[in-house]
């Protein structure tokens, strides 16, 4: 008789776990340190993944205003679905006033921001 109660205790737990596994959604998230740099910053890009997949990369790509596109840092080791990297607003990209989109792409997810560059300020 106890085994009984156990089981219609246990059962539905168990599924409900199951169900939230199941539909939990995957989220990835994107923000930088700052958003206007100048020609002497690096652009700290920060963000979340989950969930995350041990030894899936996640890729970085930045987009110019003239809407060339370039790939500064493919980001492989991150740990506890943290990723935290800096790269450089030197040349050959970043040349021109504007509004920069970086975007950060892992497995099917994707998630972006703006910031804008000014080489003629010191931020």
């Given at each position: 008789?106890?085994?009984?109660?156990?089981?219609?205790?246990?059962?539905?737990?168990?599924?409900?776990?199951?169900?939230?596994?199941?539909?939990?959604?995957?989220?990835?998230?994107?923000?930088?340190?700052?958003?206007?740099?100048?020609?002497?910053?690096?652009?700290?890009?920060?963000?979340?993944?989950?969930?995350?997949?041990?030894?899936?990369?996640?890729?970085?790509?930045?987009?110019?205003?003239?809407?060339?596109?370039?790939?500064?840092?493919?980001?492989?080791?991150?740990?506890?679905?943290k990723?935290?990297?800096?790269?450089?607003?030197?040349?050959?990209?970043?040349?021109?006033n504007?509004?920069?989109?970086?975007?950060?792409?892992?497995?099917?997810?994707?998630?972006?921001?703006?910031?804008?560059?000014?080489?003629?300020?010191?931020?």
């Amino acid at each position: 008789m106890k085994t009984l109660h156990y089981s219609i205790i246990i059962i539905p737990i168990i599924v409900a776990i199951i169900l939230f596994n199941i539909f939990q959604q995957p989220v990835i998230t994107i923000s930088t340190d700052k958003k206007i740099y100048d020609d002497y910053n690096g652009v700290e890009v920060l963000g979340t993944v989950n969930p995350m997949v041990e030894g899936r990369s996640l890729f970085l790509t930045v987009v110019e205003p003239n809407g060339t596109s370039y790939r500064p840092d493919t980001i492989g080791n991150f740990h506890g679905g943290k990723y935290d990297v800096v790269f450089s607003t030197g040349i050959p990209h970043w040349k021109e006033n504007g509004t920069y989109k970086i975007i950060v792409n892992y497995g099917n997810m994707k998630a972006e921001t703006s910031v804008e560059f000014n080489p003629s300020i010191h931020s």
